[in-house]
């Protein structure tokens, strides 16, 4: 096809496009086909559905009857460890005795979306009232499995969120027309993470149903965390749901064409086939674990805190409607005013730098008090990321970030201790103890509780997604959680990520908790992903060559304040990584460039089309921001 008529093509498939939609008399039969497959009777008669007992749902029951409306009573658990996080979720789906409420953007089908999914549909089976609400772009792109999820259960219902033309698939050639036709409302996502059992424990961070969320994947996985919360901040959780579930951009699955096409073409019921594992063994030993009272007291129960002050926060959905209301950016503010009100220290955890204008105003304020609170940055570095234009971003303004606002910033390696150590205790499957004695599961030894800390449109999948090649072998890890302490008394675990996108266009949501003592676990956690054998610690360059070394960085400076043509390419900063035999030190302490050696400004990075590209958008690409 010549190039010229590609755009009249593109126009052509955005109008046929927007006008198939689907007719009542469609979504009827749909709806009488759903309703008709057998083997939809509840399999418990029992009143609480056949449920299970789960210490972390009766805690949080405890707390809701020990709360008054003067004194609520919540509980909290830091889940550092993928494996706990897993764990937790499995039992709490198996303990629902009325409800279950899921949230969230990416949902894949590999061994940890099969696992959950499969628990949530049992659940449903036997009685519960289950609902998942998942964000289209990067969720059930099968369109057999949504066939099975919607005739499964009455009690299980499934929304896709903000399908731009009523699709569950989003092919290439409609990817494209959305972005022509409809770019505003197909660049925001709802990035909420929550799963909340009987509105009284929630589990919100950032983990999405994916294997490496959960330290699962055996190339590539994510440092990432969630927090459970149980008590009265369940009903803001379930508030919060409720305002997404109604929402007009939450689709049920009849209404959605391809799904609708898919039902009424093939009026045999497909049934509920049993998961098909990579690795079974994992998935019955995570199992065995949720089911396990000592195993989870041992890696939750016991690091459980009952606190006062928990609140759930959310972005309204109207953020995706009219972003430039006030009150649609609840979380978002929350976190604002977090920061703008610091007076000691910020410790921040994001897996993406780049700040909003609103963002940078409010750091360079903080960073003219007298004294200035001491920030403190753990981000990813380009060779952990696998959103390397989003880095080139961060990699344009880090100098600034540093001047003017006093940043403290350590950047990821990719083969982090701490990342390599939460990776073993995820697929540890057998141990020995010191005395040669098999460890069982359930055995709080086995794992070693307490030791460390833990922390495209062409498809997903696609090489665009990929991480960019490095001089160094082995498994690699990127930095995913979304974490802040503020003057070591306030904490937020959530989603939202300290960027534009965040800020302006994505629904974001989290739990902001006032208590030093889980403030202060949190910072630890932050922290120990700081450490010399995890991260890179950036600071300003030292000029090699007197006079010349100091113009050249000058110019640097001026090019990084430049929307365009950012070209020159001695940087402010650089990366730094400590010499042996010396202690970790801040950058402003005075013999940091006798304890550090400079180790350039991608270190581990190999020369390939993805380093030439982080280039090119740093040079070229600040006024896309909000679209990375």
């Not at 405890?62 to 706990?84: C, F, I, K, M, R």
């Not at 449903?124 to 964000?135: C, M, P, Q, Y």
């Not at 969120?161 to 409809?182: E, G, I, M, W």
């Amino acid at each position: 096809m010549p190039f010229r008529w590609l755009p009249l093509t593109l126009l052509f498939a955005v109008a046929l496009l927007q006008g198939c939609t689907l007719s009542r008399a469609h979504i009827r039969e749909a709806g009488a086909i759903v309703a008709a497959s057998p083997g939809r009777a509840d399999t418990c008669q029992q009143a609480d559905h056949c449920a299970r007992p789960s210490p972390l749902l009766a805690d949080a029951q405890q707390a809701l009857a020990d709360s008054t409306p003067g004194h609520p009573l919540n509980t909290v658990a830091l889940l550092d460890d993928s494996e706990a996080a897993l764990a937790a979720r499995i039992s709490l789906i198996r303990a629902a005795q009325h409800s279950i409420d899921v949230q969230t953007y990416i949902w894949d089908e590999d061994d940890v979306g099969q696992l959950v999914l499969d628990e949530l549909v049992q659940a449903a089976r036997r009685g519960v009232k289950v609902r998942i609400l998942a964000d289209q772009l990067f969720s059930f792109g099968d369109l057999a499995l949504l066939d099975r999820l919607a005739r499964v259960s009455p009690n299980l219902e499934v929304k896709l969120y903000n399908p731009t033309f009523r699709d569950a698939q989003t092919p290439p050639l409609q990817f494209t027309a959305s972005v022509l036709c409809c770019f505003m409302k197909f660049n925001q996502r709802m990035h909420n993470k929550l799963l909340l059992v009987d509105d009284t424990v929630g589990i919100t961070g950032g983990r999405n149903y994916q294997n490496r969320y959960f330290n699962w994947d055996p190339d590539f996985d994510y440092l990432d965390r969630d927090v459970l919360a149980g008590g009265p901040v369940g009903r803001e959780m379930a508030d919060s749901f409720a305002l997404f579930w109604n929402h007009k951009r939450a689709v049920p699955l009849i209404r959605l064409r391809d799904v609708n096409r898919r039902i009424r073409a093939d009026a045999a019921p497909p049934g509920w086939p049993a998961p098909h594992y990579t690795d079974p063994a994992r998935v019955a030993r995570v199992q065995s674990e949720a089911e396990d009272p000592d195993w989870l007291a041992a890696w939750i129960g016991d690091d459980t805190l009952r606190v006062s002050q928990v609140n759930y926060f959310s972005d309204l959905p109207a953020k995706t409607d009219e972003p430039h209301k006030r009150d649609a950016r609840d979380f978002t503010a929350q976190l604002m005013r977090m920061v703008a009100d610091a007076r000691h220290e910020v410790v921040l955890q994001t897996p993406y730098l780049v700040m909003s204008r609103r963002a940078q105003e409010i750091f360079k304020k903080l960073h003219k008090q007298d004294p200035a609170p001491e920030i403190i940055v753990s981000t990813n570095s380009l060779a952990a990321t696998d959103a390397f234009a989003v880095y080139a971003l961060s990699y344009k303004h880090r100098g600034r970030y540093l001047s003017e606002y006093g940043f403290q910033i350590h950047e990821l390696k990719p083969h982090a201790d701490s990342a390599e150590e939460a990776f073993e205790d995820a697929n540890e499957a057998e141990a020995d103890g010191p005395d040669d004695t098999p460890i069982v599961p359930g055995d709080k030894a086995r794992r070693f509780p307490g030791n460390e800390r833990r922390p495209g449109v062409f498809g997903r999948g696609g090489k665009r997604n990929r991480p960019a090649p490095l001089h160094s072998s082995g498994r690699r890890y990127s930095l995913h959680a979304k974490s802040m302490v503020v003057d070591g008394s306030f904490a937020m675990v959530g989603s939202h990520n300290f960027d534009p996108r965040s800020d302006h266009y994505n629904t974001e949501a989290g739990v902001i908790v006032q208590d030093p003592r889980f403030a202060s676990e949190l910072r630890d956690s932050i922290l120990d992903d700081t450490l010399p054998q995890n991260a890179w610690t950036i600071a300003r360059r030292e000029p090699t060559v007197p006079v010349l070394g100091n113009i050249s960085l000058a110019i640097g400076d001026l090019s990084s304040r430049l929307p365009l043509f950012d070209l020159w390419p001695f940087r402010y900063s650089t990366s730094y990584e400590i010499k042996p035999g010396c202690d970790p030190l801040a950058p402003g302490d005075p013999k940091f460039q006798q304890c550090y050696t400079p180790v350039g400004d991608f270190p581990d990075v190999a020369i390939s089309p993805k380093l030439i590209y982080t280039r090119l958008i740093t040079a070229f690409g600040a006024g896309v921001k909000g679209i990375l």
